[in-house]
Each structure stands twice: as C-alpha cells, then as structure tokens.
C-alpha cells in the first residue's frame, strides 16, 4: 500500500530559482504594491473628506478600492516575504486563508464592477429618476450583497478545495495557492471539484457580463442620441474606464480558472495570474483617480491639511474644473 501522508504544507514555486531574479522580483513587487495601497488609500481618504462626493457612484467606488487594497495584499506580500527569506513554505492554514481571501476578493471586484455598470445605467439612461433608483437604501443593500455574496462563494471554492485529501505531493506552481494550480495536486479524484470551479465561475462571470453588456447596451444608445458632443465626451470618459477594467479582469480570471488544458503551461499561469490578481488593483486608481477631476480636486483639498505638501492653488484648479 503507498503511504499516503497527509500533507501540512505546500511549496510555492514563484518565478524563479535564480536569487538575483527573486531580488528583482521583489523590488519590483513591492514597488507595485506600495504604489497601489497609496493610490487606494488616497482615493478613499479623498472621497471620505469631501462631502460632495457621497454619492452613489463614489459609494461604490470607495468599497471597490477597498477590496483593491485587501486583493492585492494577499497575495504579494508573502511572495514578497518569501523571495526575501528565499523561502517557497506556507503553512496549510495559511494556504486555505489565502485561498479564501483571493476569492473573497476577485468576487468582490467582479460584483461591485457590476453594481458599478448599473449605476452608470441609471445615471445616463435615468437622469431625472436616478435618486429614486439609486438612493441610499439601494446603494446599502447593493454593497451588503456584493459583500454576503463574496463571502457565501469564497467559503464555498475553499471547502470545495480544501475537502479534497493532499498527500505525497505539496508543490504548487504559483506564486500563490490559486485553485487551479492546487487542484493538480490532490491523492483524491478531482473531478467533482474541478465541475463545480467550472460551473460556478462560468455561471457567475456569465451572471455579471450579461448586466453588464446590456447596460452598456441602453447606456451607448442614450449617449449616441445626446446632441452635445461635450455631454457624450463626459458620458463616455466616465464609462470607458469602467468597462476597460472589467473586460481586462474577467477575460483573463476566465483563461485562468476556464480554459482547456491544451493550453496549460507554467508561464502562462503565472502571467494570467498576475493580470487577475495585481493589475485591476493598479488599473483602478489609475484611471479613476487620475481620470478623474472630482478626484483630483478632493484629493488637493485633502493634501491642504499637510502643511508640507505643496500642490496647486484651489482657486485654480476650481477654475480648471
């Protein structure tokens, strides 16, 4: 009989072997990570200090950010504690908490980007009605599920994951304990759990994208119909964005939980993970802050309260806006 014995540990092979590529990879890991905590937590403290801006949109927007924040720290600093120990160990407690939060997470960013497209929706297709549909009542109860929802189904992938028995072999061929990497490795058969990853996450991605697409439908139909060109260039620079970043996150979360296994190989795993995992963080302050006049408005007025920060009168930046 083979000695089955139960694994306590995984080994996360990362990127690469040669410490001089780890250093690297650190720098620049941690580089992006700094830079994405800043631009996140700037635009909450913008939003949050400006009472012109509570408002649905930035209601959302500022639970988006949050769950930017938390999805990029669960994975890269530990890859980053990792390369620094050079180190590939998580412990098995630490690989199902991982798991959990990077699907709390993705599920996070998945909904309030759905919740966002219809908030757009009602905005520019309902302008005169837009306080009734999207009162604050709506916009609670919106967040509530976003945030249950994420929850219900991150606890649902993990048991799914994690009532499979993992015995002889612990290596996981990733810079993160994903599902798809940690499904190749379990003594027992896998194939009901690979089904539910599959039909979960096709079902939900096709959930969302058919909002989505039709609002987007009646949204660029009502834009293609205002006759100021000025309206339709501000219509179109507040949407764009937000389907830029969706398009960007589900098509590749989908190559990497759905695709056929003809197309397995390490290093389009790990590319397809970073584009899921850490560039919709980098993406969203990005063009929604930069973008963004009312942000970069609030965030002059929020750096005024720092007597060391210089920036540009609020005069003129009022009069640019």
């Not at 490795?185 to 096709?206: H, K």
């Not at 660029?220 to 219509?235: G, L, M, N, P, T």
């Amino acid at each position: 009989m083979v000695n089955k014995t139960t694994v306590t540990g995984f080994v996360l092979l990362g990127f690469a072997s040669l410490r001089e590529l780890q250093i690297l990879l650190t720098v620049v890991f941690l580089s992006i990570y700094l830079v994405v905590l800043m631009g996140n937590l700037l635009l909450i403290l913008a939003v949050a200090h400006n009472l012109h801006l509570h408002s649905p949109m930035y209601f959302l927007f500022v639970n988006l950010s949050i769950v930017d924040a938390c999805y990029i720290s669960t994975t890269v600093p530990k890859s980053i504690v990792n390369s620094l120990m050079d180190s590939k160990q998580i412990s098995f407690s630490g690989c199902v908490t991982q798991v959990f939060l990077v699907n709390l997470c993705a599920g996070g960013e998945l909904y309030f980007l759905t919740a966002m497209a219809y908030n757009h929706y009602a905005a520019i297709c309902h302008p005169l009605r837009y306080q009734l549909i999207m009162n604050w009542n709506v916009c609670f109860q919106t967040a509530a599920a976003c945030w249950v929802t994420s929850v219900t189904m991150a606890m649902a992938y993990t048991l799914n994951t994690f009532s499979l028995h993992f015995c002889q072999s612990n290596v996981i061929e990733q810079y993160f304990c994903d599902i798809p990497q940690l499904l190749k490795i379990p003594c027992t058969d896998t194939a009901t759990a690979q089904i539910f990853v599959f039909a979960s996450t096709l079902s939900l991605g096709s959930f969302c994208s058919i909002i989505i697409f039709v609002s987007y439908v009646y949204i660029f139909s009502a834009v293609f119909k205002i006759q100021s060109a000025q309206a339709q260039q501000k219509a179109f620079s507040t949407c764009t964005p937000h389907l830029t970043i969706f398009c960007l996150f589900i098509f590749t979360a989908s190559f990497s939980y759905l695709r056929p296994k003809t197309l397995l190989s390490p290093i389009v795993d790990l590319l397809a993970a970073v584009l899921y995992t850490v560039l919709p963080p980098i993406m969203n302050p990005i063009i929604y802050g930069l973008r963004n006049k009312d942000i970069q408005l609030a965030l002059a007025r929020a750096l005024t309260n720092f007597p060391c920060i210089s920036c540009v009168s609020l005069e003129e930046m009022d009069w640019k806006h």
